[in-house]
Each structure stands twice: as C-alpha cells, then as structure tokens.
C-alpha cells in the first residue's frame, strides 16, 4: 500500500497536471476563428487564453517547456500574425505566466464593467522592463 | 626534486574527497534552495502585479533575507555543511557571505569592524560580477551593432 502511493505520488509529479488547448471569449462582434488557426498553428504554444473586447485583443500564452527559451519570439510572431488578420484591434500577447493568469480571471470575471480599466492595467504591467 | 616526491607523498597519504557523494548532496541542497526561490516568485506573481521578467527582483531579496535570518540563527552553516556548493553558489551563499563577515567583526565596532569586514568575502563576487557583466554588456552591444542578434 506504501510503495503503491509513492509509485503514485512520483507518477504524478512527473507526468503534471496542465491544460492544453485554446480558449477564446469574444465580446465583439469579430469572427474569432483566425485567432484560433493562428495559435494553433503555433507547434511551440500548450495553452492560449484569449479575450476579445471592444477594440483589444488580449492573449496570454503558455509555450512547450523546452520551447520556454523562445517564447519571447514566438509571442512577437503570434502577434504579427494576429495583426495581420485583425487590423483594426489592438493587439497584446505576451508568453508572460501573469498576463496568462489576469486573462484568465478576466474571462471567468462575470460582468463586463471593468473591463477596460483591467485590461490597461494588464499591458503596463506587462511593459514594465524592471 | 624534493618539491616532486613530497606532492607524491601527499597525494598518496591523503584520503579521497568522496565527489560523487557531494556532487549529489550538492545537486539536492541546490536544487531545494531554487525550489523555495521558485515558490516565492510564483507568490509574488499571483498576489501582486509582478510579471515573470520582474518578479525575480522581490524574490531574490526574499531568498536574501531568509538566508541572512538563517546564518543568524547559526542555520545556514548547518545547510552548507551538507550541501558544501550547493548552499554558496545560489543567491543565498552570498547573503550568508555578508552576513556572516558582519556577525564575526561585530566586536571590533561598527565602522571598522562591521562596516570594513562586510563585503571580506562578498566583494570579489560584487567585483567579477560586475566586471563581466561590463564584458557581457560589451560584447552584446557590439553584435547588435552589426545586425547579428538583437536586443
């Protein structure tokens, strides 16, 4: 019974537990399925969440662990995509775990009253050099 | 000639270092010590507006602080007498380096003893560091001058 809970235990901590995939929430009246081809055709990206609001994109990214190295390339490439597909939006993507995290309370966030004001407050952060 | 059979007289009576042993114990402390570093970072990510690229600032004055309360308590010297390298080479060893020196010069008084023993130790790594990071920055500036890689 021991054994069999540590087997379980080193299992579990070498195989992990993550998402993987996709999730978009769009508020906008924009089609959202390029955005969806364009991450997806990303090998490097594990897990993308997007929001669509008003004139914003916003995307935070999780790339593959050996890829880790480049992601900082691999957002500014996602992104020059996405502005390619949308220009008229502004676009943020950052391979940033905190922009991943703020998008992804945004999106379970009921209400879209603060939507803005988080979203300004989510790209100066993800500015900030030091 | 007498310099030659003595180093062979000695490497002869002296025992081995047990390197495999240390490297592992080396490997374990080391890799326990960025562990916590790692947790305090994810902290500060998830509870205050730090970004990955900025939180290790916070982080690595944290891992200072609980290494200088560490050697302190007489703690520290414990973790690097198990781990030997993997106790001094992280950010950690340096706060005990410092602390460390201030503590035994307490006596000699604050300005010569403290404020002149503080970086003993610590000052050639505050010195090299900041010379290769000169290098590093050199060298970087130079290659983006002529278009090989980019900021």
């Known amino acids: ?70 992601k900082k390339s691999i957002a500014t490439d996602i992104k020059k995509k ?30 879209e009253k603060d939507y803005q004001k988080k979203i300004d407050k989510i790209k100066s952060i993800e500015k900030e050099q030091t | 000639m007498q310099q030659e059979k003595y ?16 490297v592992i114990r080396a490997f374990l402390t080391g890799g326990l010590i960025c562990l916590v570093g790692q947790f305090i970072a994810l902290f500060y990510i998830t509870y205050f507006d730090f970004t990955e690229r900025t939180a290790s600032n916070p982080t690595v004055a944290t891992m200072i602080f609980i290494a200088m309360l560490l050697t302190g308590f007489g703690l520290y010297k414990k973790i690097s007498q198990f781990g030997g390298a993997g106790a001094a080479v992280p950010i950690t060893g340096f706060g005990n380096a410092v602390v460390s020196a201030a503590i035994e010069h307490k006596s000699e008084g604050y ?14 790594v505050i010195l090299f560091g900041v010379f ?8 970087k500036t130079i290659l983006v001058k002529f278009g090989v890689v980019s900021w």
């Open chain 2, 132 to 139: 290769s990071a000169f290098v590093v920055a050199l060298i």
């Open chain 2, 7 to 22: 180093a062979q007289i000695e490497k002869e009576l002296s025992p081995k270092p047990p390197i495999l042993k240390n």
């Open chain 1, 1 to 70: 019974m021991k054994k069999l809970s540590i087997l379980l235990i080193i299992l579990g901590l070498l195989t992990g537990c993550s998402e993987k995939g996709t999730y978009i929430k769009n508020t906008t009246s924009q089609d959202e399925n390029s955005v969806e081809k364009v991450i997806m055709n990303n090998e490097h990206v594990k897990l993308a969440k997007v929001l669509l609001f008003e004139d914003e994109l916003l995307a935070g990214i999780r790339v593959n662990t050996f890829s880790r190295f480049q």
């Open chain 2, 111 to 124: 300005v010569l003893g403290v404020g002149g023993n503080m970086f003993k130790l610590a000052g050639s």
């Open chain 1, 82 to 111: 996405l502005e390619k597909e949308y220009p008229d939006l502004k676009i943020t993507v950052s391979a940033d775990s905190k922009i991943l995290l703020e998008t992804e309370k945004l999106i379970r966030k009921k209400g």
